[in-house]
């Protein structure tokens, strides 16, 4: 190493020097370039120092202003600077003509200087000797040897602070630059390049003495530049590899570069998103309603919110569509269009009118087994027994088929038009009502169904018939009339009346007044319900026993058609049971399992001219449906012993499950103590604290069953049961719980199916904490003492016990009793498997709060009050995933995925393996229970005495949705509700 003396000896010399090179220094000129952040304070100094020694020193200082971090950091701006500047450099050579220019730059000045000689015409820039470059930002591989070649500058001296720690953020962070300042400049080295290392950082050229002993014999003398080093040696790996790192970090940050602005662009495109789909949201939440076609748009609406950006509106928005939207199931395919069906009594065949015939089909299979050709067909009936049809076309005649023997049997010849029809229940006899053009009076003619002979006819004074019906037994008439002024009979002079004949007497059984013409009548299945519906939407249904109003509705179109279920339950008990029988019956168990209910339920089908199709519960006295098909619906019929609707459109048969399960829809009598999915996972249960206890369809919401525990007081302040778990097994449903109700402390187990004590256990202490394995045949209980009892449900008995130093905060049994883990407020987790005493325990952070197990892919979960829930592997112990939540979780509950649902201040989805939240929902109230769908959708959770259903994987709605929908909007309905006409089609792939 060069001592640093020498350098102090050549600045010694210059005094010496003086009288000689004068000269010279005349025709040289100094020119100063400072850096950012600064005014370039040093370039005074230097020119005093220089003056000190040669008062006619000519110095000039350029100055480009305060240049910003913010600006230096945008290479547009860097090379706007090179420019200015070079221009500079070209006038000041123009104004000194003939002299030479040494040139000293600091940091940013750098990079200017050495661009604009580099980038320059040698003719036009002025003749330069000595460039030193002090902290130079320019890249280590920068280019000097076409300058030097070229005669744009004699010699170029750069100056490195070791330890320049603001190069290093230029190296890693400013494009285009680097720290030539720190490490020097590549290439060859000779004797018009040198690179000098010295002590210090950024700034070190402007402390002390270091422009006197190391610029002035540069700048002032041709001296030969002296060498100087003083970096220490290499040694090891770290430091070398970190310098090589550092070195080659160009392509690092030109991503690092791309990346910043694509971030900012993405965030502004986000908020554009966020802006469009809550605008949107908001559309569609306005257009979803019970009971109104605009609930198609309204899906639709949400469908392209959530797909543009899922949002907490336009979730709910989504899936609050999907349930007043029920799915459509298939559809049937005809030769021809269709226009009217019918069934028989048992539902295993059915008929399609179509314009030229009849086609008979097997409703399981929809394979059609006859076809009957009719020209005019005006309508068609099927017997109840399955073996006879009736056609009528509009030339007054009527056709009997025997679909056994494959042939006509005989065409009758009427009188009158024949308007509708009525097999007896024996199918032996056909009622055909007529009316003659033009006439106010009606008649029906009863027929032998075998012979067509006419066994009776019977004239009724109707007046004008704007619609009719036939009672199901083909006994009574209900037919529609414009003029009540008939025979006088107190009809409170309405100008349009429906009235109810007796066809054995021929008389008026009741009337009813409506304010406008009835286009269409239908009795209900078992003749105890008529409705109507009128030229202006309004729908009536009529008690048959009592003639009184039970439902009216009012839509926007006329009523187009009416269909009512058969309102049979899915699944009967047999009528008379002895208790023995009541306890070993399965019809409850096979309901649960097959989700069928056990309840009757009388739906009606109301089509307006809109083709909407409204359903109606009359038991409950509320809507439960509504379909907007794409097709015009021409006619509809409920299958029978079923709830699917089927639909007659202008080119098929649609099926559609008609039954809607809204959120919170699934309601019991008092509070939820529990929840539980039923056998097959085909039913959800809840359990109220009263008691009582009811099963739904998972999917529809229809009420399967309902059951109350035997044995708790009727009466007294809630809550009744303290703790209460379902025990789900294949064979059967047990309840399991305690009451603060009873004077004994004990467990009460119950049969599900009956709601019977089958069993108890006394206990010195109240359970305080229940937890039942999913396959319903372990569970365990947790006394105030600390306690645990470790039993069979089947046996109803304790089989071991577990002792912890504290009451548990949280207990849970794993899927098949192999394992128990418990909790408590000192944040300790104790984990038994079965058949040892001993227990692993684990630690939390904070006091436990919910512990929830997946044997199935061997894990456990627990979550502490300060809001980390905790997953790790049964076998090992070891720690999966932390995953931290805005508050305590008060509820965990796996799914059969790889899927952990979290019940903190909000409702989290969280994938096990990675430990990312995958889904989120807000939610008002207490969740006081919540299980998981199969293959974890969607996630049931219970507040108040109100199951919620939160269908949360936005892929699958978006999908499900796309399925009822038909279509996303097209760009009639997008320019209508003022949306983006190029969005892309959410629903594009997904039918």
């Known amino acids: 190493m060069t001592d640093v003396s020498a350098a102090s000896d050549a600045a010694s010399d210059v005094a010496s020097e003086a009288d000689t090179a004068a000269h010279k220094r005349a025709d040289k000129v100094i020119l100063t370039v400072h850096g950012i952040n600064t005014y370039g304070n040093w370039a005074a100094k230097l020119s005093r120092i220089l003056s000190f020694h040669d008062p006619a020193v000519v110095t000039e200082e350029y100055s480009y202003g305060y240049f910003s971090i913010f600006a230096f950091l945008i290479p547009i701006f860097r090379r706007i600077e090179v420019i200015f500047f070079r221009r500079e450099l070209e006038r000041l050579g123009r104004r000194h003509e003939g002299k030479t ?23 036009r820039l002025p003749k330069i000797g000595t460039v030193i470059l002090a902290g130079s930002v320019l890249r280590s591989s920068f280019d000097w040897s076409g300058a030097i070649d070229g005669g744009k500058v004699g010699r170029v001296v750069n100056e490195c602070g070791i330890d320049d720690n603001v190069l290093i953020v230029s190296q890693l962070f400013v494009l285009f630059t680097g720290m030539a300042g720190r490490i020097g400049f590549h290439g060859a080295r000779g004797t018009a390049l040198y690179n000098r290392w010295y002590h210090g950082g950024h700034s070190l050229y402007f402390d002390g003495d270091f422009m006197w002993k190391y610029w002035l014999a540069l700048l002032a003398t041709p001296a030969p530049v002296l060498a100087v080093d003083q970096r220490p040696e ?47 949201a908001a559309q569609a939440s306005a257009l979803i309603s019970p009971g109104r076609p605009s609930t198609l748009n309204g899906l639709r609406l949400a469908i392209e919110s959530v797909s543009t950006r899922p949002t907490d509106t336009g979730g709910r928005a989504l899936e609050r569509a999907l349930a007043l939207l029920p799915p459509q199931l298939s559809g049937l395919d005809f030769s021809q269009r269709p226009q009217s069906m019918r069934f028989d009594r048992s539902g295993m065949k059915g ?60 065409e009758v010849e009427l009188e009158a038009y024949p308007k509708a029809a009525r097999f007896s229940a024996d199918g032996k006899r056909v009622r055909i009502l007529t009316t003659a053009n033009g006439s106010e009076a009606a008649a029906v003619d009863e027929l032998d169904a075998v012979s067509g ?117 899915e699944v009967e008990r047999p009528e008379a049971m002895t208790v023995r029988e009541l306890m070993t019956d399965t019809t409850d168990i096979r309901a649960l ?119 708790l007081p009727r009466s007294g302040p809630p809550p009744l049961l303290r703790a209460a778990r379902f025990a789900v097994g294949a064979h059967g449903v047990a309840v399991l719980g305690t009451s603060d109700a009873m004077a004994v402390p004990r467990l009460f187990f119950w049969d599900g199916l009956s709601g019977l004590v089958y069993g108890m256990d006394d206990s010195a202490a109240m359970s305080d904490r229940l937890a039942t394995s999913s396959d319903g045949r372990f569970f365990v209980s947790a006394l105030e003492d600390g306690t645990l009892r470790v039993g069979s449900v089947v046996e109803r008995k304790v089989t071991g016990l577990r002792a912890m130093a504290r009451a548990p905060s949280a207990l849970a049994i794993s899927d098949k009793g192999e394992w128990i883990a418990a909790g408590d407020a000192n ?15 684990f630690k939390a952070q904070s006091g436990v709060v919910a512990v929830s197990f997946s044997a199935a892919h061997g894990l456990l979960a627990y979550a502490d009050d300060k809001g980390v829930t905790t997953i790790r592997r049964l076998d090992s112990g070891d720690k999966l995933a932390d995953v931290q939540t805005n508050s305590a979780a008060r509820m965990l509950a796996f799914g059969d995925a790889d899927l952990l649902a979290i019940a903190a201040e909000t409702l989290r989805i969280v994938n096990v393996s990675s430990g990312r939240v995958v889904a989120e929902r807000e939610y008002d109230g207490e969740i006081r229970d919540m299980v998981m769908g199969p293959s974890g959708q969607p996630l049931y959770y219970a507040i108040g005495n109100a199951v919620h259903v939160w269908p949360w994987d936005w892929n699958a709605n978006i999908a499900e949705a796309c399925k009822r929908a038909g279509r996303a909007l097209n760009g009639g309905e997008k320019s209508r509700f003022g949306l983006d006409l190029g969005a892309q089609d959410p629903c594009s792939g997904r039918r």
Request: glycine residues 8%; aromatic residues 8%; hydrophobic residues 45%.
């Open 101 to 123: 220019f040494d040139i000293v730059a600091h940091s940013f000045g750098t990079f200017i200087v050495g661009m604009a000689i580099r980038s320059g015409k040698k003719e």
């Open 234 to 280: 290499l040694r090891g790996i770290v430091r070398p590899s970190a310098l090589w790192l550092v070195q080659n970090f160009e392509i690092p940050k030109i991503l690092l570069y791309i990346a910043i602005p694509l971030f900012f662009f993405q965030r502004h495109v986000s908020q554009l998103e966020l802006a469009y789909a809550t605008q949107v």
């Open 351 to 410: 008929l399609v009118t179509l314009t030229d015939g009849v086609e008979v089909f097997e409703t399981s299979s929809g394979k059609v087994t006859a076809r009957l050709a009719l020209d005019g067909l005006a309508f068609a009936e099927m017997s109840p027994g399955g073996d006879r049809v009736l056609a009528a076309n509009d030339l007054r005649t009527v056709s009997l088929w025997d679909l056994k023997a494959d042939h006509w049997n005989v």
């Open 453 to 569: 002979r006419i066994l009776r006819e019977t004239s009724l004074d109707s007046g004008t018939v704007s619609a009719a019906a036939f009672s199901n037994d083909g006994r009574r008439l209900a037919i529609a009339s414009d003029d009540a002024g008939i025979e006088d009979d107190e009809t409170t002079g309405a100008s349009h009346v429906v009235r109810i004949w007796d066809l054995a007497s021929g008389k008026v059984l009741t009337k009813f007044a409506t304010e406008s013409e009835v286009g269409v009548l239908a009795f209900g299945i078992h003749d105890s319900y008529l409705a109507a519906g009128d030229e202006y939407g309004v729908t009536r249904v009529w008690s048959g026993e009592h003639g009184s109003v039970v439902y009216e509705s009012k839509r926007e179109r006329p009523i187009r058609a009416l269909a009512f279920s058969d309102g049979r339950p």
């Open 593 to 711: 399992a097959e989700g069928k209910s056990m309840y009757a339920s009388e739906l009606l089908a109301v089509v307006a001219d809109d083709s909407s199709v409204v359903v109606i519960d009359l038991f409950a006295k509320e809507q439960a449906g509504l379909i907007v098909p794409e097709k015009t619906v021409l006619d509809l019929a409920f299958a029978p012993r079923g709830s699917t609707l089927l639909l007659v459109t202008e080119d098929r048969v649609e099926a559609w499950i008609p039954t809607m399960m809204a959120d919170s829809t699934m309601r019991a009598s008092s509070a939820i103590a529990a929840i539980a999915l039923g056998p097959n996972g085909k039913s959800l249960m809840a359990l109220g604290t009263d008691g009582n206890w009811r099963a739904w369809h998972r999917t529809t919401g229809r009420l399967l069953t309902q059951i109350t525990l035997v044995g």
């Open 827 to 841: 944040g300790q987790i104790y984990l038994w498997k079965t058949g040892s005493d001993s227990a692993r325990i």
